[in-house]
């Protein structure tokens, strides 16, 4: 007895030895011609779903070794420069020592004609549509210019907007924390020769916060490759007035560091032409006054900005990553002047005023990111932790004078003050998330805190003359803060021919904002559920349909609480609204895919009392205030079609098309508080032509052009635009330089005009920013320069709301 015991327990012990063991991979990688290729990338995949493991680097000498893999069945394979070797499939039971892997680094030649890239392809998954552009036409251009190729996308000078709905950039899974001009300068400048895909992700998941609509993910190819490359990069734009931007950035990789610095400087100044006219009505809705305003703003700002990023791997399964962003615009001015013609109802000159608006402006952003994620030992199975800061303050001081002149000319009398604001918010919040394989299916799940504390202050001084529309009162000091307590679980499952996502999110919000000068309290306190649902079906390689649906919550933001008005002249001004509460929509989506080259979208999105901007006009009092409201009710319905295919080797062409209707019932506050529905229906149209116009694909060229029928603005509907664009790129020595030429709105059709006409309502505005440009952009990449992008964004919903959108 004792015997058999003994020999169960050294059985035992050798089973358990034999369990913990771990084994070494060996081999070097050359070319067809058997010659070493140094730096080589080197992956192992599990072979059951071909998930990453492990990976390394050859050495100069083409050698490479991966150590304590455990027994399995695994893929192996070598990378260089966008070509990979064969997948060597491995059974690993013991020290395997290869022979060579072979990488084809030949170029194929065809009538003469270098074939050097691939047409892009797009992939529907169960909760986004996946347009890879690796090694492709459209890759040549910038990050930019890949956005306005990829299906779906919607281009309205610098705002993104998928359905309508402004869609959030983010960069490798990390939002991209700049406003819209400032991620399009950004983008720009960002080469498309490394991303990998650009993920449109109409309904996000569970695990993405229920704030923030629809996302465009930007994934780079992720370098393994030890060294260090650098840039620097500068642009000159030539508009109503010249502006240039400079940047470098520098990244430096070892087997476990990862390191990225980058600081660019943008100096700007700008022209903003703004015509305004407003008929004021009587009681019968019979104009009695008409007034006719023309702006003329001269903005100059010199922002900067300063990344770093940290990536340290303890082990392989244990790792953290340090982010730190400094956005500042310090010392910004601008200086509005504005004349004001005053009609009678028969057109006749009543009066005059002019003003002249000067603000200067400060604003710094400082942001830290801290996470840590931990592989466990079941593959695939990994545990992270964030927390994340951010301090936000902004300072404004405002000096405005009204002169006022009869028709005649001779002066009536005048009117003038002085303002000074600031606003300084904090950001916390911490995140856990756990993911982990079960059978061919996957689980995820985790829970978030965030805490935004926000503090506002006004003060109106140095008064000039009287009004009725400012004085002293209207200083204030306001408050307001937020917690939300959030909670996910998400559930992915596949067979053959079907693909299917489930998931729900809890967030529970209390919020609460003081005015001091209103003595009001406004509070929050509610918990909702998100829940979204994918589904895919792919009966055969050419079609695939999908639907999908996902509830998301739009929350105000913090400067649209705040109850402050900031005057463009004695009778125009924007007011805060703290009274704002969150709105709740509801999205459906259903997908036809043929070929992976058309595409037909379906959709229908149900916003509920969405948050929109108004301008209403007091009649009896002859003012014009601008603000946020909840409508009533709001939807909007379509039909999407996308044609992305390349005709020819050196031609691809992406074209879009979408035909929509969009309606929003809403308060008419300055028309006897009756509900009006405003609605429209309305064409956008995308055309895209990427050209390779050398055989080597080092000169590349673009014509796009847009074009937008009307949509909904608030209470306004815009008339059409049209936007014509031409672009070229080159680079030499081997992409160690670039240069690039762009010519927008080159017809001067990219600038609609807005108008309100309903009830006793009709204004309208037509903003002329500096649309029309030509830009000549330059990159010089030293050190390593064939590293991959290693940058990183902080991302945090919470931040998005840190400036309206306008």
């Keep these: 007895m004792k015997q058999t015991t003994c020999i169960l327990l050294l059985v035992f012990s050798i089973t358990n030895l034999l369990n913990g063991q771990t084994f070494k991979i060996t081999g070097k990688v050359v070319d067809e011609q ?30 490479f070794t991966l150590t304590e893999l455990e027994a399995n069945l695994y893929l192996l394979q070598a990378s260089y420069v966008g070509r990979g070797s064969e997948l060597l499939a491995l059974d690993i039971a013991r020290d395997v020592a290869l022979g060579a892997l072979i990488i084809p680094l030949e170029t194929n030649e065809l009538d003469e004609v270098v074939v050097t890239a691939q047409r892009p392809k797009l992939q529907k998954l169960p909760d986004r549509l996946v347009f890879q552009v690796e090694n492709t036409v459209v890759s040549q251009g910038s990050s930019w210019d890949i956005l306005k190729s990829t299906p779906g996308v919607i281009v309205n000078q610098e705002e993104l907007l998928i359905r309508g709905q402004n869609a959030t950039v983010y960069l490798n899974d990390r939002k991209v924390q700049l406003s819209g001009q400032e991620v399009q300068d950004l983008l720009q400048g960002l080469s498309g020769a490394n991303i990998k895909s650009v993920e449109v992700i109409a309904n996000p998941p569970a695990s993405y916060d229920a704030e923030g609509g629809p996302i465009l993910n930007i994934v780079t190819s992720k370098t393994i490759i030890p060294g260090y490359k650098g840039s620097i990069n500068g642009s000159y734009t030539q508009a109503v007035y010249p502006k240039f931007s400079v940047g470098t950035s520098h990244y430096y990789k070892t087997d476990k560091l990862h390191l990225f610095a980058n600081y660019t400087i943008n100096p700007q100044k700008k022209l903003n032409k703004t015509v305004k006219g407003i008929n004021f009505m009587d009681n019968t809705n019979t104009v009695f006054s008409e007034w006719d305003t023309r702006y003329q703003q001269t903005e100059s700002s010199q922002s900067q900005n300063g990344s770093f990023i940290l990536d340290y791997d303890f082990d392989d399964r244990n790792s953290i990553n340090f982010t730190s962003n400094l956005l500042f615009n310090l010392d910004q001015d601008r ?63 405002q000096r405005l004078g009204s002169d006022y002149f009869d028709a005649g000319g001779t002066f009536l009398r005048e009117f003038g003050f002085d303002s000074d604001s600031e606003q300084d918010i904090q950001i916390y919040t911490g995140q856990i998330d756990f993911s982990t394989p079960v059978g061919n299916a996957s689980f995820e799940t985790g829970a978030k805190i965030s805490s935004i504390a926000s503090e506002s202050n006004l003060d109106f001084f140095n008064f000039v003359g009287s009004s009725s529309t400012v004085d002293a009162s209207l200083s204030d ?54 829940p979204s649902v994918y589904v895919l079906y792919s009966p055969s390689d050419k079609h695939s349909f999908s639907f999908d649906y996902g509830r998301n919550v739009d929350r105000p933001k913090y400067d649209d609480l705040n109850p402050f008005r900031t005057f463009f002249n004695e ?4 007011q805060g609204n703290p009274r704002l509460t969150p709105s709740f929509s509801n999205n459906f989506n259903f997908n036809y895919t043929l070929n992976s080259e058309f595409f037909f979208d379906v959709y229908y999105r149900d916003n509920g009392s969405n948050i929109n901007y108004f301008v209403f006009q007091d009649n009896q009092n002859q003012t014009l205030v601008e603000l946020k409201q909840n409508v009533l009710d709001s939807k909007s319905y379509g039909l999407d079609f996308t044609l992305s295919k390349g005709i020819v080797p050196a031609w691809f062409l992406y074209a879009y098309t979408s035909l929509f209707h969009e309606e929003e019932t809403f308060l008419a506050t300055e028309s006897g508080n009756v509900e009006f529905t ?97 830009r000549v952009g ?20 919470e931040r998005d709301r840190l400036q309206s959108q306008e």
């Design 34 to 63: 058997n010659q070493i290729i140094p730096f080589a990338n080197i992956l192992l995949l599990q072979a059951s779903d071909t998930t990453f493991v492990k990976g390394t680097s050859a050495d100069d000498n083409g050698f």
């Design 477 to 530: 000091r306001y408050t307001y803060d937020e917690k939300v307590y959030a909670a996910y679980l998400s559930f992915v499952k596949n067979w053959e021919k079907w693909s299917m996502k489930l998931g729900v999110r809890g967030e529970l919000t209390e919020a609460e904002g003081r005015s001091l000068t209103l003595n009001e309290t406004n509070t929050q306190d509610f918990f909702e559920p998100f």
């Design 571 to 574: 009778n125009d001004y924007e």
């Design 778 to 797: 330059f990159t010089y990449n030293f050190g390593n320069f064939r590293l991959e992008d290693n940058q990183r964004s902080i991302d945090k919903k």
């Design 335 to 397: 200086n509005t002047l504005l004349n004001n013609t005053m009609r009678n109802g028969v057109g006749q000159l009543d009066s005059t005023f002019t003003t002249i608006n000067n603000a200067n402006l400060d604003n710094t952003n400082l942001a830290f990111d801290l996470s840590y994620v931990h592989k466990l030992k079941k593959p695939g199975a990994r545990l992270s932790f964030n927390g994340h800061y951010t301090n936000f303050n902004g300072k404004s001081f």
């Design 678 to 774: 405003n609605e429209v229906n309305g064409v956008y149209a995308y055309l895209g032509n990427y050209l390779t116009l050398s055989k080597d694909g080092t000169f590349t060229g673009e014509v796009t052009a847009t074009y937008i029928s009307q949509f909904l603005f608030g209470s306004y509907v815009s008339d059409e635009q049209f936007n014509l664009t031409l672009g070229l790129r080159k680079t030499l020595f081997n992409n160690k330089i670039i240069l690039s030429l762009a010519a927008e709105d080159i017809l001067e059709k990219y600038v609609p005009t807005y108008r309100s006409r309903y009830l006793n309502q009709d204004n309208f505005y037509r903003r002329r920013p500096e649309t029309q440009f030509i």
